[in-house]
């Protein structure tokens, strides 16, 4: 891994400010550097966790600290790591924690998804109450792209284009067991909804077909979209409720589009975060016991031992990216004095736990597209 | 080593984990096993059920016995007699079928569970000659209510499997009753023990001696007390105070030195009786003649005793003075040695200070129970009934010709006793008057807020004091309530230390035959009192015996004779509960077996040598021995207060030396239920765990396995309760593992926002909308369909559906009652009721529509918020009307301002919620569910709470509940420090429990670690929805015409005194006149300026008069609140003219 470059300047102390040379020599003073790039964790408290934004901040030493597209694109780089179909490990090369924070905040509160929003409770005679039948309905994740739906607002009638519906009819027959209503139960309709609209002047229009809660202009299984791909709950075992025998539940959910910021049921990822990428440096050759001391300490077994001959045993970091910061290397007297624990502040180690409406790698790209946008709206505001 | 292996065994040990349990053991003998075995055999509130079933099977029979017959007076050959009695199977009448009932049927139905009490008599019939001898079994003379798994009640033996088909929660401790459909407990009450001497001082600082004496007979108070060097005798039959010496000859002591004998030769004695003696000699009172001569004077006349009855004072003594103790044949001897002892004692603490009892000392209290309570109550109403059903068949006897055969159990069929228990036990108040007993607030409503609140009131023990006085001593935590009393749970405030609890293994004793003991004592050498004369008594190296108070007599090898009386206790061959204490500084030895007496069960020692041993263990395990049979074969017994005394008691086996005598069981047993809740209390700050188990009290979760299936008037529920992450020992005891009330939260210890000062927390809006905090409230509303007098009853339509109310209507049946599942909102109508306009009169059938008028009911709930009505139950009440009980359910997501604590008293409400994108996340993606302050920790010093964390970050991470019971370290019962620590760092979180934090907002870390891991937190049923209140203008009160008061009534906000003072201050002259006039109570008089006094405006004559002047010259119009109008109009009235000098 590319993790100690320039290793030897920053090992070296903070130098005396009459060691520093006379002139600005176009390049930072290392341990200004170090406070740059490295956020260094002590063994109390971590310091230098800010970024220095303003592009002047070290005139002085004749460093341009100007963002720059160029430098950008060159140093940019994302690295993938683990690609499954629910999550997803990436690493963000060369980015502000700014940026990097905005995907994150973005994959959490304000990509959309489809997620029960409206219940119509037909029969509901189990112990689970009706608004918490609801509630549990609302946070099953559906397997649906989001991208093929509208939102609907208040006064929108719910069609094909805004509202999936899903039936749920389960009973337990009297005499049996008790059974458990799972996430599989919830049938989808594509047409729309079965229930009949109580209200409205029924007698004028006998010809016409009865209205429901739903006015779906065509079945959304006609749709190409749906043709072959049929839409159900992401996981068939979420429990919903359990009945005892003569209970029954039978009611109509109705999922509409919506963000996460509105309620955590639309949140399309069960969590996306980052962590800056570790960085674990050893400040003097550590030998011998102590060698295998700190090989013990580590519980994720960030260090190795290397034999560098006649039996000498030496401590090198083997596995940095494993670092959790449980600090137990620098624990004990002088320990942190021989380790130092840092993190690359313009290195994130990305991580999207998606719930299955999307794939990951399809939600990072749907939030950068966001975040464009928004920088779109805000030029075209400025100009 | 024994391991704990074995509670996996047994159902509810299904979630213990084996490895924890199997892990080795510190102390020799791992004895806690013995904890979940003891309230197997006993329950959680085993002192209610025993002194209950005490009563039913026992003090029941002993009552009728002694009152067994009721005799004629007119014809004294004709009586009845009870020959037996006993509690029938709880059930009532219907038409004439007998139903049999079940605890849950009442409660639904707002009936009593009672059971009959069923008697055989036997009586006579005929008259004159022809007397017969007849028998009647199974006669009903009364309902008694049964307590709720008592050996009467259906529940009886009952297991899970049972209850549950009967509707009734497993967990569920019993130990209340069901009168009328609610639950009541009766609580336990803390008196003084009856019939002990006891020497304190009175307000004066002078020495006295006070026996409450009880008997089945006679309640009296004797207080012997030095005054000025002399001693008198207090006794209210007296009209003043009398000297002892006196009382001494009247009861036949003429010889002065007898009577120094007996107090004791020391010369010190002596010298203090000396100035008594000398005064009884100055009053010229030598024999016993002169001091009854003397005493008759003194007595106080009786109230309506038209003729002075003679001996009185003789009669007095007899049966008054210090009751406790029996005269037989006017043999006063035994009460003079009872004196001799009061007095010798009295000189004792005189001379010695420290000789001087306790009041406050658990051992000098008893504590009266349920059973005592009834059947003091049932005592009285049973003579009442016997004495009714005399004059009854007196009257009818008396009666010149009788036409039909008399049968006299014809005449004792009453419900006196029925109504008189179900009365007294839904009020409260005791009143008998035969005990002279009047005493309120004896009975309480069953809290059913949570589980913890509900056992925790049967464990409630309310005082003997008055809770305004104003001293410390008895609310002082007393040494003497180790293991006995929780020294946590108390109320804050006015009951502060007064209100106790009862701790996890208490028992209280009920009432053991006295009789066997005193023959056993007889035999173990102690000296018959009769036997002795005055001068043997008080020998240097023998002491007294005396037994629940009464001096039986001496015994010269006290030591030997306790340790002969406690073998045979632990043989089994007396009372497992009776108490052997050997006083050595007053020379005497005490043997109790009265009720009330507080003990718990001890492992016994030999020479430090604990009994119980590791087969002993395994023998339990394997279910070959139960607690009983530790009991049995002596290697468990239980102490009292005073006996422990005697006894050094180890906590630890390993600490135990060559004197020790008993082990404790498990240290954690000091504390009572509430408080065993807390992981870690003995790491916080005492109040902290008081505050904890006020607050327990309030939190939402469950209540029981049947909730849902109750009729409450008021729960509160939490939709996903959870088990805490750390647990303790008393939570799997007690079944909080099962009936939980909170949830685990991930907490970060940080500030953030700044709505998080003075203990508000932030809570994380993504976390609400998943389920946390989320709680249901339910009320009931009940409604009722009347029978009148006239034969018309109220009536219940269908709605109609169209017309300007049918909006109201649409959440009606056809029936015109609501149906279940609808969705309520304010101003609904759900229940569409009619009244018949005429209720009284000549009986009226087939009233016409006209006839009746609307009387719907609306529901009233918070403005713009919608409910649901869960359930409709309909019944029928005692009084054959229809009943129809509504439950309304509101589902609320926490908001701003709803309170919530952890278990560590550290409560503090919502400050603001926050989106999950703006929370911090650790480096493993961990997003808290609510911040708290940190500022929380360095004045509380709950660093309990801060082990719970790490405990609980440890526990999630290994996967394995951790322990944190009360004083557990030593043995197991709590993770220690270091080896959750060590958890943590095997699972990669830093030992301290702080984790490396990034900013959501910033995305970057922030400057230090943060403590964050999950902690148990309670929502509490405090919340804004329910008491959030404001109002512009609005209803105002009709005499005042100001606004009206309180929440309920819609009422103003007041601005107080205080608030006027600001304003003063200030000068803000405007804003006063605005608040106190113009916004209260406006109002325009007419005043005259001449007189100055209230005139009028006639509307007639279309001008202002003056009533006084008979005129209108000189009015004016004056504006002033209505309330100073009022004042001077009711002034006026007292004829004081008021002017306004205008």
């Known amino acids: 891994m590319e993790s100690t470059d320039g290793g030897d300047e920053e090992r070296t102390t903070k130098g005396s400010a009459w060691d520093l040379p006379d002139l600005p020599t176009g390049t930072l003073p290392p341990h200004i550097q170090l406070q740059k790039t490295r956020v260094v964790c002590n063994k109390e408290a971590p310091t230098n966790t800010e970024n220095v934004q303003y592009a ?41 924690a700014s940026i990097a924070n905005a995907f994150r905040r973005i994959l959490i509160s304000e990509l959309p998804t489809m997620a029960i929003e409206k219940v119509l409770i037909a029969n509901n005679t189990s112990v689970v109450q009706d608004e918490v039948l609801a509630h549990r309905l609302g946070l099953i994740p559906l397997n649906v792209d989001p991208r093929l739906f509208e939102y609907m607002s208040e006064n929108d009638t719910a069609n094909e284009k805004n509202t999936i519906v899903f039936k749920l009819h389960a009973s337990c027959a009297k ?68 009945l005892a025998p003569g209970q029954e539940i039978e009611l109509e959910a109705h999922a509409v589009k919506g963000m996460g910021k509105t309620h955590a049921k639309w949140s399309p990822v069960a969590t996306a975060w980052y962590r800056m990428l570790p960085e674990v440096l050893l400040l003097k050759p550590i030998e011998g016991d102590e060698a295998e001391e700190l090989v013990k300490k580590c519980p994720v077994k960030v260090f190795d031992i290397e034999d560098i001959g006649r039996g000498v045993k030496r401590a090198t970091v083997a596995r940095p990216r494993n670092c959790t910061l449980c600090r137990e290397c620098i624990r004990g007297d002088g320990w942190e004095k021989l380790v130092a624990l840092r993190r690359v502040k313009d290195h994130f180690i990305f991580t999207i736990e998606s719930t299955g409406a999307l794939p990951p790698e399809v939600l990072f790209t749907e939030a950068v597209k966001i975040l464009e946008d928004k920088c779109e709206r805000v030029i075209t505001e400025l100009s | 080593m024994v391991s704990n292996g074995d509670l996996v065994d047994q159902p509810q040990w299904a979630g213990v984990d084996k490895e924890f349990l199997a892990a080795p053991v510190k102390s020799a003998v791992d004895k806690f096993q013995l904890l979940p075995e003891f309230l197997k055999v006993r329950g959680l509130v085993k002192q209610h059920l025993d002194s209950f ?121 019993g130990g209340y009753f069901v009168i009328k459909g609610t639950e009541k407990v009766i609580l336990i009450q803390e008196q003084l023990s009856k019939n002990r001497i006891i020497i304190d001082t009175d307000k004066k600082g002078c020495v006295q001696a006070s026996v409450t004496s009880s008997t089945a007979a006679t309640k009296s108070k004797t207080v012997i007390r030095m005054e000025k060097e002399k001693i008198y005798l207090y006794l209210n039959q007296f009209k003043t105070k009398v000297p002892i010496m006196a009382v001494m000859k009247a009861m036949g002591m003429e010889s002065d030195q007898e009577v120094v004998q007996m107090v004791g030769r020391d010369p010190r004695y002596s010298a203090l009786l000396l100035p008594s003696i000398e005064e009884c000699a100055k009053a010229n009172v030598y024999t016993q003649h002169q001091a009854l001569e003397y005493l008759e004077k003194q007595v106080k006349p009786l109230p309506y005793a038209s003729t002075r009855t003679e001996k009185r004072a003789s009669s007095i003594l007899r049966d008054i003075f210090i009751a406790n103790v029996p005269v037989h044949d006017n043999n006063f001897r035994a009460k003079c040695i009872y004196v001799a002892v009061m007095l010798r004692r009295m000189m004792e603490a005189i001379l010695n200070k420290d000789a001087m009892d306790d009041k406050d000392y658990v051992g000098n209290k008893r504590l009266e129970l349920s059973g005592q309570l009834l059947s003091l109550l049932f005592e009285d109403l049973f003579k009442t009934m016997n004495d009714e059903s005399k004059k009854l068949i007196d009257t009818v006897l008396g009666k010149p010709n009788r036409s039909s055969l008399f049968d006299m159990s014809k005449y004792i069929v009453r419900d006196s006793i029925t109504v008189g228990l179900e009365r007294t036990l839904s009020t409260g108040n005791w ?28 464990t409630k023990i309310s005082p003997q004091f008055e809770k305004s006085r104003k001293v410390s001593g008895p609310r002082a935590l007393q040494p003497s309530q180790w293991g006995m009393l929780c020294p946590c749970d108390t109320p804050e405030g006015e009951a502060c230390g007064l209100v106790k609890n009862l701790a996890l293994m208490t028992h209280v004793t009920t009432d053991d035959e006295e009789g066997p003991i005193i023959s056993l004592c007889y035999c173990l050498g102690v000296e018959d009192l009769e036997l002795l004369s005055g001068e043997e008594l008080h020998m240097p190296n023998s002491y007294l015996i005396m037994l629940n108070g009464l001096i039986l007599g001496k015994h010269r090898k006290p030591q030997r004779f306790a340790t002969a009386m406690r073998k045979l206790r632990r043989a089994g061959k007396i009372g497992e509960f009776v108490s052997i204490f050997v006083n050595e500084k007053q020379h005497c030895v005490y043997i109790a077996s009265d009720g009330g007496r507080v ?73 009572g239920v509430c408080a065993g809740l807390i992981p870690y209390p003995h790491h916080n700050q005492s109040p902290r765990n008081t505050y904890q188990c006020a607050m327990g009290k309030q939190a939402m979760g469950n209540i029981a396995y049947n909730q849902l299936c109750r009729m409450d008037t008021l729960l509160y529920l939490l939709v996903y309760p959870q088990r805490p992450l750390l647990t303790t020992r008393t939570i799997e005891l007690v079944g909080y593992d099962k009936l939980g009330a909170g949830q685990n939260a991930t907490v970060a210890v940080m500030s953030y926002s700044g709505y998080d000062i003075e203990d508000a927390i932030v809570m994380n809006k993504s976390s609400l909308d998943r389920g946390f905090g989320r709680c249901i409230v339910m009320k009931k509303m009940v409604a009722l369909s009347q029978k009148y007098e006239n034969g018309a009853s109220d009536r219940i339509i269908c709605p109609p559906r169209e017309g300007y109310e049918a909006e109201r209507m649409q959440i009606l049946d056809d029936d015109g009652i609501a149906a279940p599942g609808e969705i309520i909102r304010t101003h609904d109508i759900y229940i569409n009721k009619q009244s018949p306009t005429v209720t009284r009169g000549a009986p009226a059938p087939n009233l016409p529509d006209s006839k009746y008028k609307p009387s719907r009911q609306t529901y009233k709930g918070p403005e713009g918020e919608t409910a649901v009505l869960d359930r409709v139950a309909l019944c029928t009440d005692r009084n054959n009307n229809m009943n129809i009980k509504f439950m309304v ?105 702080k984790d490396f934090i990034y900013s959501g907002i910033t995305g970057l870390p922030l400057q230090a670690y943060i403590f964050m891991g999950p902690i148990y937190y309670q929502k509490l049923k405090h919340m804004v929805l329910d008491k959030m209140h404001a109002r512009g203008s609005g209803p105002r009160v009709m005499l005042t015409r100001q606004p009206t008061e309180g929440r309920s009534k819609n009422g103003g906000l007041r601005v107080g005194e205080m608030e006027r003072d600001c304003l003063i201050a200030y000068g803000a002259s405007m804003l006063i006149y605005e608040r106190l006039m113009i916004s209260s109570d406006p109002f325009e008089v007419k005043v005259c300026r001449k007189c100055g006094l209230l005139g009028y405006h006639n509307y007639k004559l279309k001008a202002d008069v003056c009533s006084t002047c008979k005129n209108g010259d000189n009015i004016s119009t004056m504006k002033l609140p209505y309330a100073c109008k009022l004042l001077i109009q009711s002034l006026s009235d007292e004829a004081h003219a008021f002017s306004g000098g205008l």
């Open chain 2, 53 to 173: 079933n005490y009563f039913v099977n026992t003090e029941i029979k002993k009552i009728v016995a002694a009152n067994n017959e009721i005799r004629s007076q007119v014809d004294p050959k004709l009586y009845l007699r009870y020959k037996d009695v006993r509690i029938g199977e709880p059930s009532r009448m219907v038409d004439y079928v007998t139903e049999k009932l079940t605890p849950q049927k009442c409660r639904i139905s707002d009936i009593t569970y009672a059971a009959p009490i069923l008697v055989n008599i036997e009586y006579t019939t005929g008259s004159g000659n022809s007397l017969k001898v007849q028998e009647k079994r199974e006669l009903t003379i009364g309902r008694m209510p049964i307590m709720l798994r008592s050996s009467c009640c259906a529940l009886y033996g009952k297991d899970e499997e049972e209850l549950a088909s009967l509707g009734e929660c497993p967990l569920d401790p």
């Open chain 2, 599 to 671: 003990c718990r069960p001890l492992v016994i020692a030999d020479k430090g040598v604990s009994r119980i041993k590791e087969h002993h263990m395994k023998e339990l395990k394997d279910g070959v021995r139960t607690f009983d049979t530790f009991l049995r074969e002596g290697l468990i017994e239980y102490l009292d207060v005073n006996e422990e005394n005697n006894a050094l008691i180890a906590l630890y086996e390993g600490e135990a030396t060559e004197e020790t005598t008993h082990i404790e069981i498990e240290p954690f047993t000091i504390l």
């Open chain 1, 56 to 96: 002047g901040a070290y005139a002085a030493a004749g460093v341009d600290n100007t963002v720059r597209l160029d430098d950008f694109r060159e140093n940019f780089r994302v690295e993938v790591i683990k690609l499954t179909e629910d999550d997803m490990e990436f690493d963000l090369i060369g980015l502000d």
């Open chain 2, 431 to 458: 009143d008998v008057k035969r005990f002279r007993m009047h005493r309120k607030g004896m009975t309480q409503v069953v809290a059913r807020l949570s589980y913890i609140g509900t056992v925790g009131h049967m």
């Open chain 1, 175 to 242: 005499g049996g067991s008790r059974i458990t209503v799972k996430s599989e139960e919830l049938k989808w309709l594509p047409n729309g909804s079965e229930f009949l609209l109580a209200k409205g002047n029924s007698a004028s229009n006998q010809d016409s077909k009865q209205k429901t809660y739903t006015s779906f202009s065509c079945s959304q299984d006609s749709l190409p979209e749906f043709a072959d791909n049929p839409i159900a709950p992401k996981h068939a075992d979420i429990i919903i409720a359990k």
């Open chain 2, 889 to 993: 359910r509101h589902t609320r997501r926490p908001e701003v301002g709803d309170k919530f604590s952890s278990r560590h008293g550290q409560k503090g409400v919502c400050g603001t919620i926050i989106q999950q994108e703006d929370f911090p996340f650790s480096e493993r993606g961990i997003c808290p569910d609510l911040i708290m302050n940190p500022h929380g920790f360095p004045s509380r010093m709950t660093v309990g709470k801060m082990i719970e964390l790490l405990g609980s970050k440890a526990g999630v991470s290994s996967g394995r509940f951790h322990y944190g019971s009360a004083f557990g370290e030593p043995s197991g019962h709590a993770d220690k420090v270091e080896v959750i620590s060590e958890t943590l760092v095997k699972h990669g979180f830093s030992y301290n429990g």
